[in-house]
């Protein structure tokens, strides 16, 4: 099992640009979530998905949407985005336990 | 979610036991005690939770006290691997799903040979 798998690694983006950050889990897990992390800080909840075909807000959601495709799979989109989204990113999933298992993290630059 | 209090940073020699307080006076009843941990650039990796009894496990143990107001992570060999950002999250019972933990910043424990 590769666990939870993001793409891309690291990205760089102009101001206003757009992308979408990518997640799959292979676990069978029914919740996934989005996190992320500023230097020095702890994780805060952007989006999170308790099961497939519901999304609900976290602690800092404005700036970000996400879709949850099917069970496997949940992706994070900055519309337009701002040099505060700098940021690392973790995609994270949980089985009935609601221990969670995290991805290795994206790194992103908005200049 | 109860919020949790742990000291910013603590070092521990190698092949010592590292001990991490964390307090959560606040805990409610219904309420576990988990602990992650985040080596540094990669995602957090779960060690251990318990609700009040003390939990041992092949990573650590954990040891709640009796009121449930605070808990101690026990490494009990710490290698240089274990140098890490540790987490203390308490949260409502597992089954609830789609409940979210809340990260703090962590206490950073530095294993030094």
């Known amino acids: 099992n590769a666990g939870v798998t993001q793409t891309p690694k690291f990205q760089v983006l102009k101001t206003g640009q757009s992308m979408t950050l990518q997640c799959a889990q292979d676990?069978?897990?029914?919740?996934m979530y989005w996190y992320r992390q500023d230097p020095g800080m702890g994780l805060r909840l952007i989006y999170y998905s308790a099961s497939e075909g519901t999304t609900d807000k976290g602690e800092v959601p404005n700036g970000y949407n996400v879709s949850r495709l099917n069970k496997r799979e949940f992706s994070l989109r900055l519309e337009s985005a701002a040099p505060s989204q700098t940021s690392v990113y973790f995609c994270?999933?949980?089985?009935?336990?609601?221990?969670?298992?995290f991805g290795p993290g994206t790194r992103l630059t908005v200049t | 979610d109860a919020k949790t209090t742990q000291p910013t940073s603590m070092d521990c020699a190698e092949g010592r036991a590292a001990n991490l307080p964390c307090n959560h006076s606040t805990i409610s009843g219904n309420e576990y005690v988990y602990w992650y941990r985040q080596i540094h650039s990669q995602g957090p990796q779960y060690i251990i939770h318990?609700?009040?009894n003390n939990e041992t496990n092949e990573m650590a143990s954990l040891i709640i006290t009796e009121d449930r107001k605070s808990s101690t992570l026990i490494l009990p060999h710490a290698t240089l691997r274990d140098t890490a950002v540790y987490y203390c999250?308490?949260?409502?019972?597992?089954?609830?799903?789609?409940?979210?933990?809340?990260f703090g910043p962590g206490t950073r424990l530095s294993v030094l040979p």
């Open positions: 994270a999933s949980s089985d009935s336990t609601n221990e969670q298992y």
């Open positions: 999250i308490v949260r409502v019972a597992p089954w609830n799903y789609g409940q979210n933990f809340v």
């Open positions: 318990g609700l009040k």
């Open positions: 676990m069978n897990h029914n919740s």
